[in-house]
């Protein structure tokens, strides 16, 4: 049993890890949290906050190193939002998440999970990103040990927002999420900038001139480089912006976006051709998709082609069915499985989305998809399936908060024969299950890890049809 001396929480069991990276312990009935712990740990712990039944701190001393511990390889570990799980072991990671899993659909769903199969690992632990967004700050975020230093920072930064301060960002030298030139392309942008003094964006004041980079990468060689401004200065854009196209000509698609607003959401912003294509292509087996400056891809584009994979075999296509594709946006999946398909209808509410799914079935001469736009609720009702024809499969891969409850009861009518759920949250995916458990008999749950380093796991649960009594 662990014991309180002047603060100190002596000798806690990690038994569990949080979303957000903290080891969770119990002491006399009390939660504790502790940052950079891993279940096994068995540390002393430095209590710094209290909030009614739970605790907060920070190591004050190991007494015993877990075997789920892993070195983590990022200078910015701890202190940058991304990859919070670095400090524990792969191998743990795919376990922690299964369990994340298990526990929504059994505990939360009431499901029966016998079958559950193993998580399906991502071939690539670093390097797995197609996309990232960076930030531009007048001040870059001081480390503790400079702070305690009385350092006092006028250095410009560009990176990763701390995790819960909008105003404060890290400048990042070396990020592990994304394959070169990526860091390459970062830190030029931001020696330029400094060498030509143009003013990086103040987060407070909501002043400055550079904003945002954002960079995508796509298979084999396809590089898009974002450069966001507050402000139109034509003179000062083209400089940076030729200075970026020279020295690195391996980018086929250069653009810009000046955004006056006190967000950085880029959706309802005119993007800008500087050069090259406005879009880039991502191959996925035979197939291409066309990606463009505010099109939604799957951020591990190799782990993507595997769940669809999953996605197709569940569904085992024989030629002659018909399929519903449930927010399919930019229609990935829809033109994934529609060669094996009669016809593959995909709904999806945001517009822009079904224009790229539209487009992305003319480039790959893919005549027997269908898309429509609008709220899914709606559009999902007895007089669209009585037009379209009744589906033989439905494929749903909702947002984070899962389907609307009209959307889970004109399931539960429609009642096609198979149901596939693919989801990024196991709650969820479990409360709508649930609700569908009269109608579907689970056959099989995949977890995928989509994100290694981080508490995010994908999941897709296949049911059929239950038989009538």
Known sequence: MSKRIEGILEDVLIIDITEDGKGLGKSDGQVVFVEKTVPGDIVDVQLRRKKKSVLEGSIAAFKTYSDHRSAPFCPHFGICGGCKWQHLSYESQLMFKAKQVKDSLERLGKLDISSMQPILASIEQVFYRNKLEYTFSHKRWLSLEEVESGLQVTEPGLGFHIPGRFDKILDIETCFLQSDPSNQIRNTVREYAITQNLDFFNLISQEGFLRNLIIRLASPSEL??????????????????????????????????????????????????????????????????????????QTNSNQACNLYKKVRNYADLQGDELVYDLYT????????????????????????????????????????????????????????????????????????????ADVVEALRNIAAEKLIYVSCNAATQARDMQLLDSVYEIISIQPVDMFPHTQHVENIVYARRRKRK
């Open 224 to 297: 898009m480089v974002i450069v966001v401004f507050a402000r139109d200065e034509p003179a000062q854009i083209i400089n940076m912006l030729e200075y970026v196209k020279t020295q690195f000509p391996s980018i086929s698609s250069l653009q810009y976006i000046i955004n006056t607003k006190k967000n950085d959401t880029i959706y309802d912003q005119d993007v800008i051709l500087y050069s090259g294509r406005d879009h880039i292509f991502e191959q996925m087996e035979e197939l291409k998709f066309k990606i463009s400056a505010k099109s939604f891809y």
């Open 329 to 404: 946006g930019t229609g990935t999946i829809a033109n994934f499985i529609a060669a094996k398909a009669k016809k593959v209808i995909g709904i999806e509410y945001v517009e822009d989305a079904v224009k790229d799914a539209f487009e992305n079935s003319k480039l790959n001469n893919i005549n027997n998809t269908d898309f429509f736009a609008g709220d899914i609720k709606d559009l999902l009702s007895p007089a669209f399936i009585r037009e379209h024809g009744r589906p033989d499969v439905i494929i749903t891969d909702p947002p984070r908060a899962g389907m609307h």
